[in-house]
């Protein structure tokens, strides 16, 4: 029964079907594979983010299933609790050995390890200061943190040090922070002279790794090995949901900070932990990173393949560095039309419009992971060839 109550989420829902901003959720009904049945038809799928593979991993898969018989399916409490199991632990000291930081703490995901985090370490009294295109999660946490919110345009380091320099009288404590990879655009942020302005300014610094992690850096270790940065960025927040193939997030940074978010941090303290079988196939996670350097290798191989060939058709493949590749298309109603084309025929790319991109700037995002062979990257490329032609794109 329709109930009144209700009836203006009803309207909002036309409203989106009118503008033609209506989706509905594709089901995946094989495991998350490069090739994967979603809705009752088999695509080559560009459009998850398991970069390595891990998702079906033998070795995790093991792992949890191990985990299930030996510490049961739920962690029954939070952290602070009665559910911090030891498997938590031994996750926390991988993560930790595995960034060269003093310590690390496991949150549900990365959305709430970032705005747990943001929310705890800020108040009414500081400011924050982050790039335009940072992620929903350290929006919400600037906001529950309820400092001064100033925002810098995307990668600008001299607008940064712009607002730097203004607010250089500020009693209160400064927080600069920036996603690692963007993941609309594919680029990277520009982090040697965010570190160092943060260090002339006496900001904390903090990076967002999401897209980065098992993808950039030795063994995928982030931006921070990338650009041998070690030491100098006070909190690293990654995701186990990615590269890492499970799900969770993490911070990493001094012991006393992981202390201190134990005590203030809102998901950590009010929300159940991770289940065992996801805290060990994380675990077996970061081993898989150690042991097998040829996936991020591979990784790499196919990103350097598919880019190129995207770039020899002739599409606009923006500033992207990283196997976030989007295909600029422009009109938001060519770029839904392009995807739903490209899925009839076999590729699955996800088409973004406003306001998840700027107004003019819609396009389809492809992400190629290590377990994508080069036929299907090839045979991928034939079609958003064939499609991108009939639509005129190219
Ligand atoms: C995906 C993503 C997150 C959230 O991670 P989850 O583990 O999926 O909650 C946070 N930040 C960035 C930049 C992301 O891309």
């Given at each position: 029964m329709p109930k009144a109550q209700l009836q203006y989420l009803t309207e909002e829902l036309n409203k989106l079907r009118e503008q033609k901003l209506y989706q509905r959720l594709r089901i995946l009904e094989t495991e998350q594979l490069p090739v994967a049945r979603f809705d009752g038809h088999q695509v080559i799928n560009l459009?998850?983010?398991?970069y390595l593979g891990l998702t079906t991993h033998p070795k995790l898969k093991k792992r949890a299933l191990e985990a299930i018989e030996k510490y049961g399916v739920g962690s029954g409490a939070v952290r602070t609790i009665a559910g911090t199991m030891s498997l938590h632990m031994a996750l926390e000291e991988k993560i930790a050995q595995f960034k060269n930081v003093e310590a690390s703490v496991v949150f549900q995901s990365g959305f709430t390890a970032n705005a747990g985090t943001v929310q705890a370490l800020l108040t009414k009294e500081d400011i924050i200061i982050s790039d335009e295109l940072n992620h929903a999660s350290i929006i919400d946490g600037c906001r529950l943190s309820r400092a001064e919110i100033k925002v810098f345009p995307h990668k600008d380091v001299d607008a940064c040090e712009k607002i730097l320099k203004e607010i250089s009288g500020h009693e209160g404590r400064k927080l600069l922070i920036t996603d690692g990879v963007f993941s609309m655009e594919g680029d990277i942020a520009p982090l040697p002279a965010l570190v160092a302005l943060a260090e002339k300014y006496g900001c904390i610094m903090m990076i967002d790794d999401a897209h980065s992690s098992g993808v950039l850096g030795k063994n995928g270790r982030g931006t921070v090995d990338h650009f041998g940065l070690d030491g100098r960025v006070d909190v690293q927040v990654g995701t186990l949901s990615k590269a890492i193939g499970a799900l969770g997030g993490y911070v990493c940074s001094t012991r006393d900070t992981i202390e201190f978010l134990y005590h203030r941090a809102r998901p950590f303290l009010f929300s159940t932990s991770h289940p065992p079988s996801v805290a060990a196939t994380c675990l077996a996670a970061f081993e898989v990173l150690d042991e097998e350097p040829q996936l991020v290798e591979q990784l790499w191989t196919n990103t350097k393949f598919f880019k190129a060939g995207l770039q020899k058709l002739g599409f606009n493949t923006g500033v992207s560095e990283t196997p976030i590749t989007p295909v600029i298309v422009g009109d938001a109603a060519l770029a839904h039309e392009f995807s739903r084309q490209l899925f009839a025929e076999g590729v699955f790319a996800q088409s973004l419009g406003f306001p998840t991109v700027p107004h003019g700037k819609a396009r389809i995002r492809t992400i190629v992971t290590a377990t994508h062979t080069q036929e299907e990257l090839t045979r991928a490329l034939g079609i958003l060839e064939q499609v991108a032609r009939k639509l005129k794109i190219i």
């Open positions: 459009s998850s983010n398991n």
